[in-house]
């Protein structure tokens, strides 16, 4: 029974049907009822399991195949009509192409199975900032991770309101889960997204990366706002004031941890707070007072699981205790709950490990996969900001960028202007850990950690970031660099991070508000070493100095690869950008 009298929708859906062929076709309105007949039905088809009811309560645990566990960039593309417009971070394909070879695959891939219709909104339902989409999938799977990670059923149609054709078509089907035939294909032109043999979260959850960053940074281009890889956060002071910070990183940089930040006991005893309003993306527009605003578009966090714990992030952990899926963790049979590397130091003796198969840690091998996730609720979250449902979103005072550079980058520094700091989020880098494959210290550049989700050509995506800043004027929020990872001559990191990364955050704040002083350096403004508060940690002032440290020659051979970097725009990089590369090469001279 179909939901909406939209005849966008009703087209659009009736044209799917009939390139895939279901067997039936099921509208998903988001009632408790209807998700719990799915629940049951994932149950007994196995393609769930039901966790302990006490300790797990409304949990779940999925495995997805041995050949399906994480993004595939390369069978990731943007179809756009002119080759040039996907820019050279992007895989291109000519959109006939693509919906021509793609439709061959479609046809019919659903016959024999249930389609599912899944209105859902990015954002609160009603605020001007969110977004509509229509995603037709035959996997229960993903309706019931969409129903944590977006705002899902009729309400989203009603807010789509009877006329609008302003919604992402996303069309997705696990077919046979065929690697050799696995295709993200995003249209940005036409609104649409297609995935296909693919059942893991970010290939065909097409509401988050697909939809939120790729396209929606597309519309936001040439609607005049912007859609980013950023958590939004927002601290607290004692006397209940509240100003907001927006912060995009590249992976294992510690953005989730960041997001959900417990104050150290200096700032917490004085009664200072820390509140998500979101840990992985941002939409940003100018608001009605001329202020950056932004709203958190997802509903859940779909997070990495490996790593996460009581002492690295309490706050994710405690927010994977009700309603969630588990993806490809560890089993523990004895007790019918999950585990994960970095859980605890007691892995389970009888478990299966995320392929199924018989594991206890003997074996030498991990039991879950490295990349195995949970799709939790945002309104789980301890520290969930009053401000996450807002329809209006919240003000940003601070854009922060932050990377992992062993001695390049300081602790801090803050960028001279606007202009200036899209260059400093254009050089965003991270230097390659033991973890990531290949050689270790290789500097990937990122910029503002839109490299894999950025819909467009960059230089373009660099000029629209300059484009916001006239608009928002003398209103613009500040920009800064961060990074917690600099090491000492034996490879330990010198600051201790997590919590304490809100130290740095508080001189940020501070010169938002023109509270604190700053000097210059020849890559920008940075605090003197003694506003920086160490209360309590076993750092000296020196030691902060050295963090603070600009090194020229450092400096020089950075902005050789940002040469290098540019000059794969070519003609499309803005001359904002090159000046600012030219400045940086005059102050280290």
Known sequence: MALTKNQNVLNWVDEVVALTKPDQVVWIDGSEEQLKALRDQAL????????????????????????????????????????????????????????????????????????????????????????????????IYVVLNMDIMTRMGKAALDHLGPDSNDFVRGLHSKADIDEEKRYICHFPEDNTIWSINSGYGGNVLLGKKCFALRIASYQGKNEGWMAEHMLILGVENPQGDVRYIAAAFPSACGKTNLAMLIPPEVYAKQGYKVWTVGDDIAWLRKGEDGRLWAINPENGFFGVAPGTNEKSNPNALASTRKGTIFTNVVHNLDDNTVWWEGLDKNPPQNALNWKGEKWDSSTGEKGAHPNSRFTAPAVNCPCISSEFNNPKGVPISAIVFGGRRAKTAPLVYQSRDWQHGVFVGSIMASETTAAATGAVGVVRRDPMAMLPFCGYHMGDYFKHWLEMGEKLGDKAPKIFNVNWFRTDDEGHFIWPGFGDNMRVLMWILDRCAGKADAVETPIGYEPKAEDINIEGLDLTIDTVRDLLNVDKSLWKEEAKGIHEFYGKFGDRLPNELQDELAALEKNLD
């Open 44 to 139: 007994a088809s196995g393609e769930m399991t039901a966790l302990n009811e006490e300790k797990l309560p409304g949990c779940l645990l999925h495995r997805t195949a041995v050949n399906d566990v994480a993004r595939v960039e390369h069978r990731t593309f943007i179809c756009s009509q002119d080759e040039k417009d996907a820019g050279p971070t992007n895989n291109w394909w000519d959109p006939k192409e693509a919906y021509t070879k793609l439709g061959e695959m479609f046809d019919g891939v659903m016959k024999g199975r249930t389609m599912y219709v899944i209105p859902y909104s990015m954002g609160p339902i009603g605020s001007v900032m969110s977004k509509v989409g229509v995603e037709v999938t035959d996997s």
